[in-house]
């Protein structure tokens, strides 16, 4: 139901950055992704990957992309079918004083 | 405290990576178009010289073929800081670390080196800069286990290279 994960990258940033740890919630807990959500997924070579949801298909593949803008590779990652998502990042751990906060969803501007 | 706790556990390897790479990690590093930029910028000087001592007539189209030398010295000495930077810094992880830490020392003298052979003109300086970049092809091929072999390059500015034995 719940996974943990380690962010390896600083693609995310500044929402999570490099060495922050991530809970996340089961797709099938907690329903499918939508647009703007951060989710764990499981890409064909880079293998566990962290992203946001930028589109959802009508067939269901998210398109996805990192919150860092100099993050560019959304178009190389290409897209990843629902099945190859995990769930949705929910808590992000920060080492320090920012210790523990909500990720929320975030629908990106165009 | 949360943090600390998860690192121990990550360390442990309890918890995964997610990865959130802005680059695709394309795993091709090779320091071979390193040197070929350090040998340009030996090269590059030694043109130099040689036009200062057969300066053309035209005073145009001499201070246009100093200018280009220049550039082309400036760009090849930018080209091994940046590369060399690329390979310390997105492919030397922990375990190379641990098998070679003079590495951290010998990226940072390319840097003071290279810096040098853009500043000024002297040959001692560009060929000082090939050879710590030798040294630092020989250790990123020993950290694949891959045998080298120093050979004068068969083109000016003919100096002793590193070439991986594959």
Redesign the interface.
């Known amino acids: 139901v719940l996974r943990l994960a380690r962010v390896a990258g600083i693609s995310m940033a500044p929402t999570l950055r490099d060495g922050d740890f991530v809970v996340a919630v089961s797709a099938r807990w907690w329903g499918r992704p939508r647009r703007g959500d951060i989710v764990l997924g499981e890409h064909a070579e880079l293998g566990l990957i962290i992203k946001r949801v930028a589109d959802v298909d009508g067939q269901g593949r998210l398109t996805l992309a990192g919150d860092n803008p100099f993050s560019r590779e959304s178009a190389l990652l290409g897209s990843l079918p629902a099945s190859a998502v995990w769930g949705r990042a929910v808590l992000r751990v920060a080492p320090g004083a920012a210790g523990l906060s909500r990720l929320h969803r975030l629908v990106p501007t165009r | 405290?949360?943090?600390?706790l998860?690192?121990k556990?990550?360390a442990q390897g309890a918890?995964?990576?997610?990865?959130?790479?802005?680059?695709?990690?394309c795993k091709i590093y090779d320091p071979g178009p390193i040197l070929i930029a350090a040998l340009t910028v030996v090269r590059m000087i030694d043109i130099l010289e040689d036009w200062r001592k057969h300066r053309p007539e035209d005073d145009v189209a001499f201070i246009n073929t100093l200018t280009r030398a220049i550039a082309q010295k400036e760009e090849h000495a930018s080209i091994v800081k940046d590369s060399v930077r690329v390979i310390w810094g997105d492919y030397f992880k922990a375990p190379q670390f641990q098998q070679f830490p003079q590495i951290h020392q010998l990226t940072h003298d390319i840097m003071l080196e290279a810096g040098a052979a853009k500043q000024g003109v002297n040959r001692e300086d560009a060929v000082k800069l090939v050879e710590l970049v030798n040294q630092f092809a020989e250790i990123f091929w020993a950290t694949k286990n891959v045998k080298t072999k120093r050979a004068v390059c068969p083109y000016p500015p003919s100096i002793e290279v590193v070439y991986p034995d594959l």
Do not use: E, G, N, R
Request: aromatic share 6%; charged share 10%; net charge negative.
């Open positions: 405290m949360f943090h600390t998860l690192s556990a990550h918890i995964p990576d997610a990865q959130a790479h802005c680059d695709i990690p």
